[in-house]
Structure formats: C-alpha cells, structure tokens
C-alpha cells in the first residue's frame, strides 16, 4: 500500500555542508507575491514621507511611516472584514505601547520595569489568536522603540502620526471594497471546491495525503473568512446563509473521498474524471457568485448526466454527494438550506469569544509560560543597555522580539534566520545610508524598499528580516542622522539579541518533546478513538460526527505545522520530528480509514458490531497512552481478537496495526 514517507532530508556529503535544519530553513517557500499588498506597501510608505518634507518636518513623516511599516505587516488577510481587524486592532495596541515607551523613556530601571511588564502581557496575548498576536507583537515593538528613542514633539504625537500611518495602509486596503464586497469570501469557498476536486483526481495515487493536507488547509481559511464575519453579521443575510451551505455541502464529498481512495488502492476502482470535473464546475458557479441554473450547463440533471453510473459504495456515496452539492447551488433561494447553515456550529458573539478568551489566558499555564519566557528575554536586553552604554540600544530588544515571539516558529532557527537576514538586510542599508541624500531621494528609495516586505516576506522569515531591515534603518537615520555609523552597531545588536534569546530564551526553556507535539499528538488519537465510537454508535448525530471529523482535521493540520517547526531545529528537536513524522501520516490515515467505514455503511455495507467498535477505540486509546509515556518510538503491536477480514473495519485497523509497529530510531 503506498504511503507517504518522511520528509526528504539532504544528504550531507562533506563537513562544509551546511546541517540538514540550516538547509530547511533557507529554503524559500513556495507562494504567489501579493502583487495588491505590494503596491499598497509602495505607496503607503512613501506618501508620509513626502509629506513630512513637504511640511518640513520629515520626523513627523518617518514616524508615519513606521506606522505604516505595521499595517504592511499586517496586511495578510483576504476578506476586507478581516483587513479592519487585522490591522486596525494592532495599531491601536501600537498606540499605547508607543505611548507607554515614550512615557518611561529616559527613566533608567523603570523602563527596564514597564517593556518587561509589556513584554509579559505581549507574550500572553499571543495565545488568544491571529489578531491577538499581532497586536502582542506591535505593542512591545513600539514600546521598546518609545522607550529607546527620544520622540519629536508631545508624548501624543508619536502614537498619532504612528496610527496615522497604519490607517492609511487599512485605507489602501479597503478602496476596492464597495466594488468586491464578497469576492474574497466566494472565491476562497471555489478554492475549497478546487481543492476537493484535486482530491478527487488523486484518489489511489501517493498524491492523496499531500492532496488532503492542502484540502484541510483550504477549509480552515473558507470557515475562518466566512464565520468570522457571520460572526458580526448574527442576522441571516442571504450571502452569508448561501456561503456557509455551500462550504458545508463539500462535507459529504470530503467524507466519500477517503473511500474512493481506498477503492482505487484496494480494488482498482478508478475514479471516474467526469466527478471531479463536476465539483471544479460547481466552483466555477461559487466563484462567479451565481446559482448553479445561471449556467445551464451546471443543473443537477446536467451533473448527473456526466457522471456514469456508480459501480460501488464509494461511487454511490461520491455521486450522492456531488449531486446534494449542485442542487445546494442550484436553490434560487438561500435560506431554503436554513437547515444546513448551523451544520458545523456557529460560532460565539465577540463579546462572549472576548470573556472566554481573556478568561483562558488568566488561566493557561502554556499562556504565562510564554509570557514569562519573552518577559525574561526583554527584560535581561534592557537590562543590558541600562548598564552597558550603548548607542540606540532598542535595536537589542526589537531583535529578541522578532526571534521569540512565541507563535512564530522555532526561536533556534529564527535567531540563526535572523542573523543572517540582518547581515543581508545591512548590506543594502549601508549602500542605501552612503550613496542618497536625505531629503526628497527618500521617497522613491522607500517606493523601491518598501514594497520588497510583502513580496519577500511569504518566502520566509530570513528573506523578510532582509527587506524590512533596510527600510527601519533608513527611517531610524532620518530620525537621527547616524548615517553609516547605523550600520555596525545594528549589526552587533542584533547578534547580541539573537545570543541572549538563544540563551534565555530557548537553552533555559527546555521544552520536552513530549509536551510541545507527543501530547497534541496523543490528544489526537484519543480524539480519533471518541470518532470511532461517535461514527459507529448507534445513536450518533450526524453534524456532531461532521463537527468532530472537522476538529480533529484541524487538530492534525496544527499538528504538521508544529512539526514542520520542529524540523527546522537542531538535533535532538529536529532529529525527533524526523523519526515521528510516519506516525502523524499514519493517524490521518486512521482517520480516512474511519470516515471511509462510515461511508460504506451508509451505502450498504454491514455495520460493524460493538464489539469491533469497542476494540478499535481501545486500541486507539493504548496508543495514545504510549504517546504520552515515550519519548521515543518503539515497535508495538495490536491485539485484536476478533479476525473478520470481511469486517467494514478491516482497512481501520490495518491502519491502526501500521500505526502500532512505526518504528523509529531511539534518541536522546
């Protein structure tokens, strides 16, 4: 049976070579330029420039600018709804760390007192989520920058000119808003559809796992855009009603993907193509906004007509399920599938999400582990440059900042990543401090500068560290006319703040392995063996299965991500990860194996008796157990006692006996 494998590892052939994680982090990802964000990164950055010349004051400008900065960093999100918090949220906590800097700056140990206590409910924050975080990040950043740089004019001109600046860029961002209203939604529920359909045609190769992984992927960001705004739009308006069903009509699809995939593996049952391109043309009606009659073409009747005749369960279940989502498309009228809208729960008001969220933070000891570990690493750079004296010291800060926010990534790899992008990044600023004049030269330099942050930054974190380093050093130098004498102290900064994370940060906080992924790992099958029990029970409610099939997607897609962190470490992190990435594949591949189960007995397979389901569960939760008692991976088996090959839980639990016997390397 083919499966996917570990993650390629180079080989190394000589000493030189650089280490296996070094090569992984350097790698650039893969991903479209945001060609949007980069002109508005352009024209955002470079505008409060030209009015501070214009004025006279090109101070004023730059701190506009480094407003501005923040909202570009920011400027991630599709849907224009979400662009209003992602960036209008942060910059209001800038705000008060600006002013809360600027207030203490010049006070000696109390300002080494006030950024470690920001630092604290910075590294806090992050827990919550997306926006939280960001806003955690500009509230320290622009603390340590208020604390170490004299601010021109009164203590509120500096977070006004700053806000100012990461007002515009949201500004820019929501221009083309009365004309798209929808669009990002409707085209990230097609991209799920797209996605689904590329499932589809890789059912039965070893394309499928990395085709499911991405099919996860899109469905967290169509939920995330749809309910985060039918969040505030709690009455039911008929687009929102139409997009929520139109997600969740690709749950049955999804759920017959599993056994389509294993009919073609096991049985040589291919998939028919005319499937998957009925789904893409169903997400070519999502995209264009329209029900499926606007296009004759794309009618129920029509669907039918190009899919031949199942043949099989799995067939039946994919032809049922395709059809169920064209005639979904096909209702002229939204809320005549009211029914289906709350299929995968609704989410919270803000305001109960607030209490709840402040609550778990106050409560989290992940939450105060953070924060205290950010708190101690500020605190000990600020520390630092109180009693060592050096030159605009707040670089020292900013760098632990970057490198150890804590939701970000590996802190070992971030601080070699750092290193390395401020050394490139540094390389530009000096041929940038030597060769322009200040004055009007600044503006088409930032024009040019600028916009490299968004376009490099979804290369990696090393390659944004380069674009965003020359673009701060130049408005730090407008701000105080260092020229090149910017250039080797930043250097050394850097580097310092880059030790001290890697000493307090990450060599003091030893988190186990098992902590960070063996335990989510293990919550994950636990999770899986409540599934089983849930898909197989007799009395089970088919959203909360669909609810709980989607969780637990979720769970595991955060799961890769952590693991793809962990690659990028050292050994013994890294070598770890390595040696327990199978074990991952093979519990998604439980899953599938499940939700396959369900299928086929919803099409005419005999169900499983509660003994299976009993022994299954019990299976699953002994591997769960071990997950939390080991560090390493060793060979185990399972212990079944009843032997039915015929059983529609066979393929589950030769998924499980693979998962049973992974074996791996024992590591210390």
């Known amino acids: 049976m083919p499966r996917e494998s570990r993650p390629a590892r180079p080989v190394s052939l000589s000493p030189l070579t650089p280490p296996d994680?070094?090569?992984?982090?350097?790698?650039?990802?893969?991903?479209?330029?945001?060609?949007?964000?980069?002109?508005?990164?352009?024209?955002?950055?470079?505008?409060?420039?030209?009015?501070?010349?214009?004025?006279?004051?090109?101070?004023?400008?730059?701190?506009?600018?480094?407003?501005?900065?923040?909202?570009?960093?920011?400027?991630?999100?599709?849907?224009?709804?979400?662009?209003?918090?992602?960036?209008?949220?942060?910059?209001?906590?800038?705000?008060?760390?600006?002013?809360?800097?600027?207030?203490?700056?010049?006070?000696?140990?109390?300002?080494?007192?006030?950024?470690?206590?920001?630092?604290?409910?910075?590294?806090?924050?992050?827990?919550?989520?997306?926006?939280?975080?960001?806003?955690?990040?500009?509230?320290?950043?622009?603390?340590?920058?208020?604390?170490?740089?004299?601010?021109?004019?009164?203590?509120?001109?500096?977070?006004?000119?700053?806000?100012?600046?990461?007002?515009?860029?949201?500004t820019l961002a929501l221009l083309a808003w009365p004309l798209r209203s929808g669009v990002p939604e409707r085209a990230a529920v097609a991209a799920s559809y797209r996605s689904v359909a590329a499932l589809l045609d890789a059912a039965g190769t070893d394309a499928y796992g990395e085709a499911r992984t991405a099919v996860t992927a899109s469905l967290n960001q169509s939920y995330d855009l749809v309910l985060a705004r039918r969040?505030?739009?709690h009455g039911r308006t008929p687009e929102l009603v139409r997009l929520v069903a139109q997600l969740n009509a690709l749950t049955p699809v999804i759920e017959a993907a599993p056994a389509a995939d294993q009919a073609a593996r096991h049985a040589c049952v291919l998939l028919p193509p005319e499937v998957p391109a009925a789904v893409r043309a169903l997400a070519d009606a999502v995209e264009r906004g329209g029900t499926a009659h606007a296009d004759p073409a794309e009618t129920p009747a029509r669907a039918a007509a190009r899919i031949p005749e199942p043949q099989d369960h799995a067939a039946r279940a994919l032809d049922h399920a395709v059809l169920h989502a064209a005639e979904t498309l096909a209702d002229p009228d939204p809320l005549g599938v009211i029914a289906t809208d709350d299929r995968l729960g609704r989410p919270a008001a803000l305001r109960v999400r607030a209490r709840r969220a402040a609550r778990n933070v106050v409560l989290s000891g992940a939450s105060w582990r953070y924060g205290l570990r950010l708190a101690l690493c500020i605190g000990l750079a600020q520390a630092l440059v109180s009693i060592i004296d050096v030159p605009r010291s707040y670089w020292v800060a900013l760098t632990v900042t970057f490198v150890l926010k804590p939701d970000f990534g590996s802190v070992f790899s971030r601080a070699v990543l750092r290193a390395l992008g401020t050394a490139a990044g540094l390389v530009v600023a000096a041929a940038v401090l030597a060769e322009v004049p200040h004055g009007w030269w600044d503006v088409p330099v930032m024009m040019l500068l600028a916009p490299l942050i968004p376009a490099l930054t979804t290369r990696g974190y090393g390659y944004q560290t380069a674009a965003i380093t020359p673009v701060i050093l130049l408005l730090s130098d407008i701000l105080n006319h260092q020229g090149l004498g910017l250039v080797v102290p930043r250097l050394v900064d850097s580097l310092?703040?880059?030790?001290?994370?890697?000493?307090?940060?990450?060599?003091?906080?030893?988190?186990?392995?098992?902590?960070?992924?063996?335990?989510?790992?293990?919550?994950?099958?636990?999770?899986?063996?409540?599934?089983?029990?849930?898909?197989?029970?007799?009395?089970?409610?088919?959203?909360?299965?669909?609810?709980?099939?989607?969780?637990?997607?979720?769970?595991?897609?955060?799961?890769?991500?952590?693991?793809?962190?962990?690659?990028?470490?050292?050994?013994?992190?890294?070598?770890?990860?390595?040696?327990?990435?199978?074990?991952?594949?093979?519990?998604?591949?439980?899953?599938?194996?499940?939700?396959?189960?369900?299928?086929?007995?919803?099409?005419?397979?005999?169900?499983?008796?509660?003994?299976?389901?009993?022994?299954?569960?019990?299976?699953?939760?002994?591997?769960?157990?071990?997950?939390?008692?080991?560090?390493?991976?060793?060979?185990?088996?399972?212990?079944?006692?009843?032997?039915?090959?015929?059983?529609?839980?066979?393929?589950?639990?030769?998924?499980?006996?693979?998962?049973?016997?992974?074996?791996?390397?024992?590591?210390?």
């Open 231 to 233: 969040a505030r739009d």
């Open 496 to 668: 310092i703040g880059c030790g001290i994370t890697l000493v307090a940060g990450y060599l003091l906080w030893p988190e186990s392995w098992g902590t960070r992924i063996g335990d989510r790992l293990a919550d994950a099958v636990a999770d899986t063996a409540r599934y089983v029990e849930c898909a197989f029970g007799a009395d089970g409610d088919p959203a909360a299965r669909a609810r709980m099939r989607r969780g637990l997607y979720r769970d595991l897609s955060v799961i890769r991500s952590e693991f793809q962190r962990a690659l990028t470490e050292p050994p013994p992190t890294g070598t770890r990860a390595a040696a327990w990435w199978p074990l991952v594949v093979a519990v998604e591949r439980i899953l599938d194996a499940t939700t396959a189960a369900r299928v086929r007995i919803r099409h005419g397979a005999k169900p499983p008796t509660p003994s299976e389901v009993a022994e299954v569960a019990h299976e699953l939760r002994a591997l769960s157990a071990r997950l939390r008692a080991s560090v390493t991976l060793e060979k185990g088996q399972v212990n079944f006692t009843t032997d039915t090959k015929e059983s529609v839980l066979e393929p589950l639990r030769q998924e499980l006996a693979a998962a049973r016997a992974v074996t791996s390397p024992k590591t210390t």
């Open 21 to 170: 994680w070094l090569v992984r982090s350097l790698k650039p990802q893969s991903a479209p330029i945001p060609w949007a964000a980069v002109a508005r990164a352009s024209v955002a950055m470079a505008l409060p420039l030209a009015l501070g010349i214009l004025a006279g004051q090109p101070s004023y400008g730059a701190l506009a600018s480094m407003g501005a900065l923040s909202g570009v960093i920011g400027d991630t999100a599709d849907a224009y709804r979400m662009r209003i918090f992602n960036i209008a949220v942060p910059q209001l906590f800038g705000a008060l760390g600006v002013t809360l800097g600027s207030l203490v700056f010049g006070h000696g140990w109390v300002a080494v007192g006030a950024v470690t206590f920001v630092a604290l409910v910075s590294g806090m924050m992050s827990t919550i989520g997306a926006v939280a975080s960001v806003s955690g990040l500009l509230l320290l950043l622009n603390c340590v920058v208020g604390a170490g740089l004299p601010m021109p004019g009164e203590w509120w001109l500096a977070p006004v000119l700053m806000t100012g600046g990461g007002l515009l860029v949201l």
